[in-house]
């Protein structure tokens, strides 16, 4: 086994990109999720990430696509427990991603492969919110979405490596 791969067969650099990738995301949701609870205790509270009229992230986190993606009020009311905000959503996906990560199992790559395109099919959906029915640019929102989708890429980089050690295990 080449020095680039660690005992478990699974690539060092994958360890590292998915960490990284992970905390970032994880950065982004706390701070989305400090944006939104500020901007609702206090209505004059100005982001760091509100550059302007059109671009303004606390617009975007405050609004009814903020929470649950806009689709869970159309089932419960607005004040759900059920209906938490993206962030929330968010800081379970990466942790999920990183503790799911540490495990090298075929089926922890096939949880981790399903959430990241669960992940990316919302980041898709907000994106189109957030360019045709808000009409507004977030950069915490679309950083948040080149994470899902490299993340997306790691997760199948990882379970077609596995499959490929396990079809050459089977052929030996």
């Given at each position: 086994?080449?020095s ?38 206090d ?15 606390s ?14 009020q ?38 981790l ?6 992940s ?10 957030l ?42």
């Open positions: 086994m080449s680039s791969h660690s005992s478990t067969g699974v690539p060092k650099w994958e360890y590292r990109v998915r960490f990284a990738l992970c905390f970032l995301g994880l950065v982004l949701s706390v701070y989305a999720l400090h944006v939104e609870l500020s901007r609702e205790n209505p004059e509270y100005r982001a760091m990430c509100d550059l302007g009229h059109s671009v303004s992230c617009k975007v986190f405050t609004s009814r696509w903020g929470r649950g993606f806009g689709l869970v159309i089932f419960t009311s607005k004040d759900s427990l059920l209906n938490q905000p993206n962030s929330v959503l968010g800081i379970i996906f990466y942790a999920l991603q990183l503790g799911l990560g540490q495990l090298v199992s075929s089926r922890a790559a096939f949880f492969v399903m959430f990241s395109w669960v990316v099919a919302g980041s898709i959906y907000l994106a189109a919110i360019a045709f029915v808000l009409g507004d640019f977030c950069v915490v929102c679309v950083s948040t979405y080149i994470v899902n989708f490299a993340l997306l890429y790691t997760n199948l980089k990882r379970r077609t490596g596995l499959e490929g050690r396990l079809k050459r295990g089977k052929s030996e």
